[in-house]
């Protein structure tokens, strides 16, 4: 731990504030409904152990946790105090620039549109447990709470396929070759949206993390490294 001079490795104190760091992280979770917030936070569980979890049911309550300053924000539109496009002017009001996860089974154009403008991703509740934390997964590593290097993030052979831009770097998430290869199919974000029952914004969302992880930046260079390392992972399990 001490070098030979007697001052603390760097490394070291690297280290200790990195882990610091990530044990700081906060999840806000507003769901007045207990079965569907034991979810969420079932998921953010095992996705990001380190996280702290705060589950409230209230703007009231959520009001509390102002000052913690969350990296994460999953919320219901429809709470015990607020409804609708009010809890989204409330929330970002309240937490400015917060990543944000709507969670809901009430959306239109409107909602859209103004999850769009705080650039909030947005869910349906109609939607399967497996899209949920896909969904959970992508606004975790859109607010920090992971990254490409974190040892927390979650189980390679349950959440993320083995298609990567090269050898160590981060594979896509089963979500994300979907994705891919609906945009390989000439699908626009939008299609790829009303396809897969999610909004335009979360797609682009993916789109973006896809950027990031095969190290491109923009859809005719994704679609090329997509298609190469999509080839090599079928060619391995032929061997």
Same mark, same amino acid.
């Given at each position: 731990?001490?070098?030979? &001079?007697? $001052? ?11 882990? =610091?760091?990530?044990?700081? %992280? ?35 309550? /959520? ?21 609708? %496009? ?13 990543? /944000? ?29 497996? *899209? ?7 606004? =975790? ?22 298609? &990567? *831009? ?14 891919? $290869? ?37 859809? *005719? %260079? *994704? ?17």
């Amino acid at each position: 731990m001490y070098s030979w &001079v007697g $001052r603390r490795d760097p490394k070291v104190q690297r280290a200790s504030f990195s882990l =610091l760091t990530m044990k700081n %992280q906060k999840i806000l979770v507003l769901e007045d409904h207990p079965l569907i917030s034991m979810v969420i936070e079932d998921v953010c569980k095992d996705m990001a152990p380190h996280a702290q979890i705060h589950v409230v049911t209230s703007l009231a309550q /959520a009001r509390e946790h102002v000052f913690d300053k969350p990296e994460l924000i999953i919320f219901d539109l429809t709470l015990m105090d607020s409804a609708g %496009q009010n809890t989204i002017d409330w929330l970002d009001s309240m937490f400015p620039k917060v990543c /944000a996860l709507i969670y809901t089974g009430f959306v239109n154009e409107t909602v859209s549109a103004r999850a769009l403008q705080s650039g909030y991703s947005v869910v349906e509740k109609t939607c399967s447990q497996s *899209a949920l934390a896909h969904e959970i997964e992508a606004v =975790l590593f859109k607010s920090g709470i992971l990254n490409g290097n974190s040892s927390d993030s979650v189980p390679a052979n349950e959440y993320q396929s083995g298609i &990567v *831009a090269y050898p160590g770097a981060k594979p896509l998430t089963w979500r994300q070759v979907e994705i891919m $290869r609906m945009t390989a199919e000439g699908l626009s974000a939008k299609m790829v949206a009303q396809r897969m029952g999610l909004s335009p914004e979360t797609v682009r969302g993916h789109i973006r993390e896809i950027f990031k992880r095969l190290e491109v930046s923009n859809k *005719a %260079q *994704a679609v090329n490294v997509f298609l190469k390392a999509e080839r090599s992972v079928k060619m391995k399990l032929n061997d």
